[in-house]
């Protein structure tokens, strides 16, 4: 069975750095792009980042460009994002979700859809 | 960069149908999903590739698209329906994920 588990989450100052970490189980993070999505209190959900299956592409959010990065750790099939230089709109609960891939003559690609959730991790920032 | 709209609320009798309508330029040509989130829980995948229901997701839940818009439809409205429904589609002219603001569904 699938599981994404999120963890790292809490209270950082405006300017300061924060690093969530998504645990899967259940298969491979090598095999498919991982996602981070958020939601502020009260509000929608907003994509923020995207790690693909091949290891070769990280995409941002205008809003967080420059200031998050995304990495994949294999050995402990983990995705993880470093946020940086945080504002106090950035408070939220992060989510990472896998992306529905399909592999084409051993290629993968992303079907655009996100078929598994974690419970998400809660991020404050606030003086 | 690409928009999604949707209306804020819907409200529907149980045992009636619900609509919930999501809107964007040239949507026909891009691949809608939605999905339905429960407070204080994670969202839930129920339409894939505008009208493709994941394994497990009851089939009173479909979803289909015609020119700039993009319907996900609950038949035979239960009170568990009441949730939020999100749309979402990848853009390929920015590479960017983009989800509609979501609609409420109450089930009076």
């Known amino acids: 069975e699938v599981y994404l588990v999120e963890s790292g989450g809490g209270l950082a100052q405006p300017g300061g750095s924060l690093r969530l970490s998504c645990a899967a189980s259940g298969f491979s993070v090598r095999n498919f792009t991982i996602n981070w999505v958020r939601q502020p209190p009260g509000k929608g959900l907003e994509w923020v980042s995207s790690?693909?299956?091949?290891?070769?592409?990280?995409t941002f959010a205008d809003s967080v460009k420059g200031r998050f990065t995304i990495s994949r750790d294999d050995a402990e099939n983990s995705v993880h994002l470093q946020m940086n230089s945080l504002r106090a709109e950035d408070t939220a609960v992060y989510y990472c979700a896998r992306e529905g891939t399909y592999y084409t003559r051993g290629l993968p690609y992303s079907e655009g859809y996100f078929d598994f959730w974690g419970q998400g991790a809660s991020v404050t920032v606030s003086s | 960069s690409y928009v999604l709209t949707q209306a804020p609320s819907v409200s529907v009798a149980p045992g009636q149908t619900a609509r919930i309508t999501c809107g964007g330029d040239n949507l026909e040509t891009k691949s809608v999903n939605w999905y339905q989130q429960n407070p204080g829980q994670a969202p839930v995948l129920v339409v894939y590739?505008?009208?493709d229901r994941p394994s497990g997701i009851t089939e009173r839940f479909s979803g289909s698209t015609s020119g700039n818009t993009a319907t996900l439809t609950v038949s035979r409205v239960e009170a568990g329906d009441e949730a939020d429904y999100y749309c979402?589609?990848?853009?390929?002219?920015?590479?960017?994920?983009?989800f509609g603001r979501g609609t409420k569904v109450t089930v009076l």
């Open positions: 590739d505008d009208t």
């Open positions: 790690f693909n299956a091949a290891g070769v592409t990280a």
């Open positions: 979402q589609v990848w853009d390929s002219g920015t590479d960017q994920y983009v």
